[in-house]
């Protein structure tokens, strides 16, 4: 059995990560004042993110989930963007902020802003753990971005390596055996 998490070094504590939860939930309350928001978790590598955030939120808040798929079990994205779950509630007239664990190429988060949009909620902003603009294919807009990371492969935290080490409580990178520099 091979141990995924072997070959990992720290990129984000769990305490840098701990730390700017709570300052983007003190930036997302100010921003929405007194308003309630819905918060939509990305499945499912924005779980543990999620949990953070919406701690740190001072708002009422309501929570809905979906899932998308573009990765497969590849490290690398296909390119193609799969629904795998839809919302439960609707969100029409409300303010949604979609979380994500992170955004790449921009191609999931494009295609999900779509599709909500058609759903006309009031208004959509968007919050990310991990922002990898180096990778970017597609402009998307982000309003909260919690860390921006170079071009590498990271688990952890909520992020997965062929579904294996979301557990983990901090950010790793990835280093190949034989690869370390």
């Known amino acids: ?35 309630e928001v819905h918060v939509i978790a990305v499945l499912k590598g924005s779980f543990m993110f999620l ?17 998308l ?27 949604v902020i979609v979380v994500e664990d992170i955004i790449d190429t921009g191609l999931t988060m494009k295609y999900l802003l779509e599709n909500l949009q ?24 982000i309003d909260y971005v919690g860390f921006e990371i170079p071009d590498e492969f990271v688990i952890g935290y909520g992020l997965d390596d062929a579904e294996f080490s979301r557990h983990l409580p901090y950010i790793g990178v990835v280093k190949e055996a034989g690869n370390e520099s």
Do not use: W
């Open 1 to 35: 059995m091979r141990n995924r998490s072997r070959n990992l070094e720290v990129l984000l504590s769990a305490e840098e990560i701990e730390q700017r939860c709570a300052e983007l939930g003190e930036q997302i309350s100010h921003d929405y004042g007194d308003r």
């Open 51 to 67: 949990a953070d955030l919406v701690r740190n939120i001072s708002l009422d808040v309501s929570i809905d989930f979906l899932g």
């Open 69 to 95: 798929s573009s990765y497969g079990s590849r490290k690398a994205t296909s390119g193609v963007v799969r629904m795998t779950s839809d919302l439960s509630l609707p969100i029409q007239g409300r303010s």
């Open 118 to 141: 058609t759903r006309k909620p009031e208004s959509i902003a968007v919050c990310t753990l991990l922002d990898k603009p180096s990778n970017r294919r597609v402009e998307v807009p």
